[in-house]
């Protein structure tokens, strides 16, 4: 049986090349946990990242397939050797599990940063790891046979303290086969996978420009764009930043584009473009430390004042004179009458809170609508997100022999046909967004309650929507 709890602090692990003990747990997610640890070391100990393998099912045929793909990774990684890459030192078994010791990053993820933001990030830094992430995948597509991470996405990609960036996870990775028409099995993020990433085709390199690309988008937009999967566009990222350069947007579009010879058609090209955008820019990686820069230059030579100093005088200050106190009594302040402002609902007249964002009688928005996406959250392979860009948005199942396929197709997560082709739509208006079901045979379900047909509920933030198997979350951002 599967161990599920994480190794405990001080825990000892041994390979054949050194001993390494547990400092802290730093993180634990898919199919890893991933621990700081001592290595520990005659002459002098150090710290590095730990990975070990977490089978999360019992079955037999799901755990070799995840050790494979574990096995992968360090296989890979250990026979790279690039400024933008962990560095690998060890992979091992103890007691049963698979581990592998690499460089430990210290800095975060910009899945980490845009959390912690709640907002786009800046232009200027967006381009500036773009690049480095370019440098990276140049040197994994040049490789023979060339390396195709497959996986790009804001999780996996670390900046460290100094600004250099880290391409991390390489579970999934693959080489190029020239004479392979399609992959074996269809990998990735939904968010940020290229369209060929789905049994259409083999992944190339230019698979990973499109992953590139839909991270910048998110980045920039504070919001991953749509599955490539479905019919209808990204929303256009200048709608959704309106701070963002024209030459950026067009940077992301390009890498984004459904057609891979549309798409740059290197790594190389990509960050040619991407530099023509930042003037004057040094890669964090070739800069040289603070302490040499500051070394090598010259000391200028020390300036004179241009202001002779004052001289001292020797006489003793003469005192402040005290003002005498006031004999008359001080008048009594005055009473000013306190107004309660109010915030005044121009649609039902109710008085609000002067902060108040909705009114709390008729639900009316004094922020305007905000953006909102559907979050994918069962079955459990799902995982993704769908901006709400246009209205209506229908949701439903696609019909290849009619030609239609509906904004939010759920023909992937619905082998037993339980979506009805025009299931439901949202719509969004003034005072918010609102649902519909289209008379399904099904029905639709939000916060568990059969919606009737034809008859449109406002949807709230937080919402969970039901269609068949699939669970989705209405989120305002």
Known sequence: MPRERPLSVKAILTSDQAQYQVKRLVGGGGMAWVYQVERLHENSNSLWAL?????????????????????????????????????????FEDQGRAYLVMEFIWGE????????????????????????????????????????????????????????????DFGIARTYKEDKLQDTIALGSENYAAPEQWGQAQTDPRSDIYGLGATMYHLLANMPPSPAFLPSEPAPLNTLNGAVSSETVQI?????????SDRYSSAQEMKTILLNC???YISPVTRPPAATRESTAASPPPQQPSVLPQRV?????????????????????????????VKLCPQCKHKNTPAARFCVKCGYSFVGTRPAVLRVI???????????????????RANPT????????????????????????????????????????????????????????RLRNGDRIEIGLVVIHFLLR
């Open 51 to 91: 990975k070990e393998l977490r089978p999360q099912t019992q079955d037999p045929d799901t755990q070799a397939h995840a050790k494979q793909l574990f096995t992968q990774e360090a296989t890979i990684l250990s026979q790279l050797n690039h400024p933008n890459l962990p560095q690998v030192i060890d992979f």
């Open 109 to 168: 993820s910009l899945e980490k940063r845009i959390e912690k933001a709640r907002s786009p990030l800046m232009e200027r830094e967006v381009l500036q790891w773009a690049v480095q992430v370019c440098d990276v995948l140049n040197y994994l597509h040049t490789r023979q046979p060339p390396i195709i991470f497959r996986d790009l996405k804001p999780s996996n990609v670390m900046v460290n303290n100094a600004g250099v960036v880290k391409l991390v």
């Open 252 to 260: 992301v579009s390009k890498a984004m584009a459904r057609e891979r």
């Open 278 to 280: 930042l003037p004057g």
């Open 313 to 341: 005088s020797t006489q003793t200050a003469t005192p402040p004179r005290i003002p005498r106190t006031s004999t008359t009594t001080p008048p009594k302040p005055r009473i000013r009458r306190v107004v309660r402002k």
């Open 378 to 396: 069962e079955p459990v392979r799902a995982a993704w997100e769908m901006p709400v860009h246009k209205s209506p948005l229908m949701l439903g």
């Open 402 to 457: 009619e030609g239609y396929r509906p904004d939010f197709d759920m023909t992937f997560y619905d082998p037993d046909g339980y979506v009805s082709r025009r299931q439901a739509h949202i719509i969004k208006a003034k005072n918010g967004y609102f649902i519909a079901d289209l008379g399904s045979s099904n029905g639709t379900y939000v916060n568990d309650k059969r919606l009737p047909a034809r008859k449109y509920k």
